[in-house]
């Protein structure tokens, strides 16, 4: 497939024509909800929802020019290079999601384990709030990088147009599930990322942190061990709250607390370790400082 070919597949591919659809859904229920919260006066910072709006706005400026294309470029030389090819069908699209969903799950796990990408992951999880506007709450660095996790599928012989609208269309799908308007579903809770599965993986709570990083299914969560029922009211947001509605800076402070922690590092390994290591670890001169002081 040519560079040429695939990007008038971006333009002309019926599968698209879905993907707008179900994006133009996505918005219309977001607005329903809105509505349905002034009318009933259900509590809402306002300012959060305004927040998650204007990032989602950068976020459709970049996508429209820079991100939009770096991810084909990056991933054509894969697909040139592997000597396997899947053709497209409809057998290969349903292929291609339970892939980008697999896929999906890992990227995500892998995003909440190493603080680096954590670093832009955390823009998803920073509001104390749970509505459908935090859908739209996504980093804008991120998409410079996810293209990362979509090389293994085309290395099995996706194309990288499968590969990429796989991905979106997994994101997509779970719009509806940012909401607390829907309670829990019975079965379908253990089988799919339902609301109330994704209430717990948006918890600070100590029981659901880490927890339901699947996109469509929660099957992977089960193989894995890392599902976990909705059981105690959800305190969403941080473990440690940015208190900020400043779009830039909810996008770029863990950066920040990162650059701050790397200062204080000794040694160059330290300084590796806190910027690609866990979350939790810190070098055990910080706890010393800390009691000294």
């Known amino acids: 497939m040519s560079f040429a070919r ?13 993907i707008a659809y179900f994006f133009i859904f996505n918005m219309a229920i977001i607005i329903l909800e809105i509505i349905i919260d002034v009318i009933t006066a259900k509590k809402r910072r306002w300012k959060d929802s305004l927040a998650n709006f204007s990032i989602f706005l950068i976020n459709q400026i970049l996508e429209k020019t820079i991100v939009g294309t770096l991810g084909i470029i990056v991933l054509m030389p894969f697909h040139y290079f592997t000597p ?18 697999f896929t999906y799950y890992w990227m995500h796990r892998i995003e909440h384990e190493h603080r680096i990408l954590w670093a832009n992951h955390s823009v998803h999880h920073s509001s104390k709030d749970y509505n459908l506007t935090i859908s739209l709450r996504l980093s804008i660095v991120e998409p410079l990088i996810e293209w990362v996790f979509l090389v293994p599928m085309v290395l ?36 799919f990322n339902t609301p109330s599965v994704h209430r717990v993986h948006h918890g600070s709570n100590r029981k659901y942190l880490d927890k339901n990083y699947g996109g469509i299914t929660m099957i992977w969560d089960h193989i894995f061990g890392t599902y976990q029922r909705e059981e105690e009211k959800v305190i969403y947001g941080l473990t440690k709250p ?52």
């Open 156 to 191: 099995i012989g996706f194309s990288p147009f499968q590969a990429i609208v796989g991905l979106i269309f997994v994101a997509q799908f779970q719009t509806w599930i940012h909401t607390e308007r829907i309670t829990k579903l019975g079965w379908l809770d253990l089988v």
């Open 84 to 101: 396997f090819s899947i053709p497209e069908s409809w057998w290969s699209w349903v292929c291609a999601i339970i892939a980008a969903d």
């Open 242 to 293: 940015i208190n900020t509605n400043n779009p830039l800076k909810i996008n770029f402070i863990e950066y920040k607390n990162i650059w701050q922690d790397v200062k204080k590092c000794r040694t160059l390994k330290d300084k590796l370790r806190i910027i690609f290591g866990n979350l939790v670890w810190k070098p055990k001169y910080f706890t010393e400082k800390s009691k000294q002081k």
């Open 6 to 18: 695939l990007i008038s597949l971006f333009e002309e591919s019926p599968f698209m024509t879905y």
